[in-house]
């Protein structure tokens, strides 16, 4: 089942594609563009304003990273494409790299610190209890009762 959220996003996706030239659009595959139209929110409302820039469309991040796709699949340059496809991979070892700062599987038990036991010179002395003096507690306990 699709999120509510994609199926606004493929709605503006498509309300935009109209707005684009027809030649661009042609560049997405059939497929695509049938999939966005039938899982598309068909009860969504979304106006695009003429008078607007794409850029200054106000349209969901969902939407933009439909068309960032778009633009790096199908209308980019093989220049642009390889820019692109180069700033995502330079992102990717970034985040790989301050996840490997965080999670330093090396130094994950160099930051512990190690228990040290405490060392006393005398062992724990407890007081010892006779036979006799058992016996006299259950006595007691059991007069108590009454």
Known sequence: MINAEYACAYKEVIEL????PIEDVK???SKKILYLLNHMDKHYEY???????????KKSALTESIFADFFRNYWATPAQKQKILA?????????EEK????????????????????STSNPIQYPSVGFLHIIFNKINQFFQKF
Do not use: G, H, S, W
């Open 17 to 20: 594609l109209k707005y684009m």
């Open 99 to 118: 996840k490997r700062e965080l999670y330093n599987p090396n130094a994950i038990f160099k930051t512990k610190k190690k228990a040290t036991i405490a």
């Open 47 to 57: 106006i695009v304003d003429e008078t607007k820039t794409f850029e200054e469309q």
């Open 87 to 95: 700033k995502m991979n330079y992102d990717f070892l970034k985040r």
């Open 27 to 29: 560049k997405i595959p």
